[in-house]
C-alpha cells in the first residue's frame, strides 16, 4: 500500500506565503507525476500544479507566478510554496501521486488526506 501524508497548511492573511509538504511511502517502484490539487466548499476539486519525474511543472492559471512546486525524487516528496495568497485560495489541499507499485505493472493514483488552507482578507 502507498500512503501520501500532507504538512503545511494553515491560517495566513491575505499576502502572505505557506509551504505544504508531502511524503509518499510504501510499496513504491516508482513515481510518475506528484502534484497539488485543492477543493473549495461546495466546488469541484481542480488541479493546482504538477510535476512530472523529469521536472516539468503544469500550473493552474489562478496561481500561475504565486506558487511554485518542487519535487524530491529520491525522498519521493513533492512541495507547494504559496506566495501572495489570496482569499480565493482558501480550500483543502490534496497531494497526489501516480504511482507505479512494480516495473511491469501500471501505475494508479494516490491521494492524501488533504489540508487545510484559509487565508484572511
Known amino acids: 500500500q502507498v500512503h501520501l501524508v500532507e504538512s503545511g497548511g494553515g491560517l495566513v492573511q491575505a499576502g502572505g506565503s505557506l509551504r505544504l509538504a508531502c511524503a509518499a511511502s510504501?510499496?513504491?517502484?516508482?513515481?510518475?507525476?506528484m502534484g497539488w490539487y485543492r477543493q473549495a466548499p461546495e466546488k469541484q476539486r481542480e488541479l493546482v500544479a504538477t510535476?512530472?519525474?523529469?521536472?516539468?511543472?503544469n500550473y493552474a492559471m489562478s496561481v500561475k507566478g504565486r506558487f511554485t512546486i518542487s519535487r524530491d525524487n529520491a525522498e519521493n516528496t513533492v512541495s507547494l510554496q504559496m506566495n501572495s495568497l489570496i482569499p480565493e485560495d482558501t480550500a483543502v489541499y490534496y497531494c497526489?501521486?501516480?504511482?507505479?507499485?512494480?516495473?511491469?505493472?501500471?501505475?494508479?493514483?494516490?491521494w492524501g488526506q488533504g489540508t487545510q488552507v484559509t487565508v484572511s482578507s
Open positions: 510535476i512530472s519525474n523529469t521536472g516539468i511543472r
Open positions: 510504501g510499496r513504491i517502484f516508482s513515481i510518475n507525476a
Open positions: 497526489n501521486a501516480d504511482v507505479s507499485l512494480t516495473w511491469y505493472g501500471g501505475s494508479r493514483d494516490y
